[in-house]
């Protein structure tokens, strides 16, 4: 309750600066038009404009927000729409009728039957379809947003499976690397002749390796102690196959238990450092893991193989990066100054607003919402094009040629229109009932078979 209240008043304060920028505007405006110059005149001119601008832009705007906090607008459209609907028609209409007996009654001192006169009740009118085509635009843009939203954590949504599908394809082509497995292999063949106790420690230490990897792989954070203890225990597992032309130093604790991160990246890293340096007594390869300001930094000496093979494509790395960008605002970074060669992993306490990966995502279901709040929005467009334009419609036929109301021609005709979009829209027929079109392309599917 708090945080809806706390959420209407941010929006509240928004909604007044706008109101107050209106009154102004339209305040301006109609002195102009009505040639209101003196101090009276233009006074009365901005109370009108203030009083159209606050009960009824003020007071639509918190109703549309206050709906926005009951019924979500992608998950709940039928009741959010309705809601809206019968809200803003019962608000508005109240307040036009407020606002003309202030007008015409206690500020031009007429009697109070004139507000059931036929020249006001076109006039009530046409400040209440005026009044609910603003308010239609402000739903329909609180729509857009809303839906824009959903769509940018769908987005982020398929990009994060993308990203983390690549990069258990890529931690597992590494893992169980033939080359890796082969010298894994020979060092444990040789520990078994040699030292069987070695051999036996080896042989643990490589299926914790694997274990974790197995474990760890649909995960998108991991806290940082257990990736430093795999880290530790895979250091050990190369160490024994390199023994004295690899060093290494891995914290045994951290400044902050919750702190996260990237399962695998340092096995990625690790792996990487590994590769593409010379790993001899003469050379040994240092490693060193440590925090600083906020990041987990891999530092490794560089002596660079002279032949490696094939040229480094860097995917691992760029992977890493692109799994942070999803999940965080804060970025790898990667340095190279020829001695030394150091990435620097953030450590995260939060992330993002982020969805959790699902294995049944189905594509064909984004799709047809996807069409379906197309058509969503061509029936907003059409409802706000009816009520911004038949007012006009009004006011023009009273001006010009009051003898002769021909507006309802098109209040008629075209509200038909829309009518029938919005039922389109929302799948339901008042004549043929709701779903009609599925029953009958399934019944001319079954007549088809037989």
């Not at 006039?123 to 947003?145: E, N, T």
């Not at 480094?312 to 001695?339: C, F, M, P, W």
């Amino acid at each position: 309750m708090s945080s809806i209240l706390s959420y209407l008043k941010s929006e509240f304060k928004k909604d007044i600066i706008v109101c107050v920028k209106m009154t102004v505007l339209f305040g301006v405006l109609f002195t102009l038009i009505n040639r209101q110059f003196t101090l009276k005149g233009a006074s009365v001119t901005f109370l009108f404009s203030a009083l159209y601008s606050f009960i009824l832009g003020l007071g639509n705007g918190f109703i549309n927000e206050f709906l926005n906090t009951k019924w979500d607008w992608v998950k709940e459209t039928n009741q959010r729409v309705w809601a809206g609907i019968i809200g803003t028609i019962l608000y508005t209409s109240v307040g036009v009728f407020i606002i003309h007996y202030i007008q015409y009654v206690l500020v031009f001192n007429n009697d109070f039957k004139v507000l059931f006169s036929e020249r006001l009740f076109f006039i009530h009118l046409f400040a209440i379809v005026l009044s609910l085509g603003v308010a239609a635009f402000l739903h329909a843009k609180g729509f857009m947003i809303e839906w824009k939203k959903t769509m940018n954590k769908e987005t982020t949504h398929q990009q994060i499976v993308a990203k983390t599908e690549s990069a258990k394809f890529e931690t597992l082509k590494s893992q169980i690397d033939p080359h890796f497995l082969f010298n894994s292999l020979n060092v444990l063949t040789s520990l078994i002749g040699e030292n069987p106790n070695q051999a036996e420690k080896f042989t643990t230490k490589l299926s914790k390796v694997y274990r974790y990897v197995l474990e760890q792989r649909n995960k998108e954070l991991i806290p940082l102690t257990e990736e430093l203890k795999f880290a530790k225990t895979y250091m050990e597992l190369l160490q024994m196959r390199f023994e004295d032309a690899l060093e290494f130093d891995v914290p045994t604790s951290v400044t902050n238990s919750d702190l996260k991160i990237v399962p695998l990246s340092l096995q990625l890293l690790l792996e990487n450092a590994v590769k593409h340096n010379v790993v001899s007594s003469s050379k040994p390869l240092r490693i060193s893991i440590y925090e600083e300001n906020g990041y987990l930094k891999i530092e490794n000496n560089v002596n660079p193989k002279e032949a490696i093979g094939k040229k480094s494509t860097k995917v691992g790395l760029q992977n890493i990066a692109d799994r942070y960008g999803l999940i965080s605002n804060e970025r790898v970074h990667i340095e190279n100054n020829n001695k030394t060669f150091t990435v620097s992993l953030p450590l995260l306490s939060k992330t993002k607003n982020i969805m959790k990966i699902s294995d049944n995502f189905e594509n064909s279901s984004y799709i047809k919402a996807v069409e379906r709040v197309e058509k969503i929005k061509e029936f907003y467009r059409n409802l706000a094009s009816y009520l911004i334009f038949i007012p006009f419609f009004i006011f023009i036929n009273l001006r010009f040629s009051p003898q002769f109301h021909w507006f309802y021609f098109p209040i008629i005709g075209w509200g038909i229109g829309v009518l029938f979009h919005g039922l389109e829209v929302y799948n339901y027929n008042v004549f043929l009932g709701k779903d009609w079109e599925e029953r009958k392309i399934r019944e001319l599917m079954d007549k088809d078979k037989f």
